[in-house]
């Protein structure tokens, strides 16, 4: 069965340094998101993505994070440079449809981010 | 603002049947889905409900009521592996989804 893939599954970096986050989504899948948690806490919508563009974006995607789909396969989140609180599970996903349509979004493993 | 509330701790027997309810204030409407989280582990998807009414899948299935602002997820025939945490989301006029704090659900023998 087709799965979403993550890589690190744990990353852990000084503060102030830049991370990547890699994710391959699912092959014939055309949305992809990121969403992140942290320890304890409800998950939270980053950034979703389509046609090589941002469609949708929350508060917490600042100036210090971006995305790209560098080629047909990955799809990356770049942390600029990392904060202590940006410490939490990140988790890609990926979904066939968006929109209004029935959009079972299927989730990666995740990658733990720690900061220190 | 978003906000969405659910009750965080559950606890059933096996074979029993629950109910875990949602409620919501958003600004706009644009679907509400229904995850399951086991602990350290990613959410996998269970449903999405954008129209009033039940939706059903198997053992799960989900309600709406936009006028209400409320849903809710029914579990039937509980199994020990359903224990997990059941998360809210609700899509406002942005499209952005707003996820509650979950239910953690403790499904006993």
């Known amino acids: 069965e087709p799965e979403v893939t993550q890589t690190p599954s744990h990353q852990v970096t000084q503060m102030g340094q830049e991370v990547i986050l890699r994710c391959v989504p699912i092959?014939?899948?055309?949305?992809f998101y990121w969403y992140r948690q942290i320890l304890g806490q409800k998950v939270e919508f980053l950034v979703s993505?389509?046609?090589?563009?941002?469609?949708?974006k929350s508060e917490i995607f600042d100036d210090q994070f971006s995305v790209e789909r560098p080629d047909g396969s990955n799809f990356t989140l770049k942390i600029r440079s990392t904060k202590l609180e940006d410490s939490a599970m990140y988790f890609c996903?990926?979904?066939?449809?968006?929109?209004?349509?029935?959009?079972?979004?299927?989730f990666g493993p995740g990658t733990r981010l720690t900061v220190l | 603002g978003q906000n969405i509330d659910q009750p965080t701790e559950m606890t059933a027997t096996e074979g029993a049947i629950v109910q875990i309810n949602c409620t919501y204030q958003?600004?706009?409407?644009?679907?509400l889905f229904w995850y399951q989280q086991h602990a350290g582990e990613a959410p996998t998807f269970l449903s999405y409900?954008?129209?009033?009414g039940l939706e059903e899948k198997g053992r799960f299935s989900s309600f709406l009521s936009r006028s209400k602002g409320y849903s809710y997820l029914l579990l039937k025939e509980l199994q020990m592996k359903d224990s997990a945490s059941y998360l809210c989301?609700?899509?406002?006029?942005?499209?952005?989804?707003?996820f509650g704090r979950g239910t953690s659900l403790i499904v006993h023998p």
């Open positions: 409900n954008v129209l009033d």
């Open positions: 958003t600004s706009g409407f644009n679907g």
């Open positions: 996903a990926s979904s066939e449809m968006g929109g209004l349509a029935d959009n079972e979004q299927f």
């Open positions: 993505f389509y046609n090589n563009e941002i469609s949708e």
């Open positions: 092959s014939n899948h055309l949305y």
């Open positions: 989301a609700v899509r406002g006029g942005s499209y952005i989804p707003t």
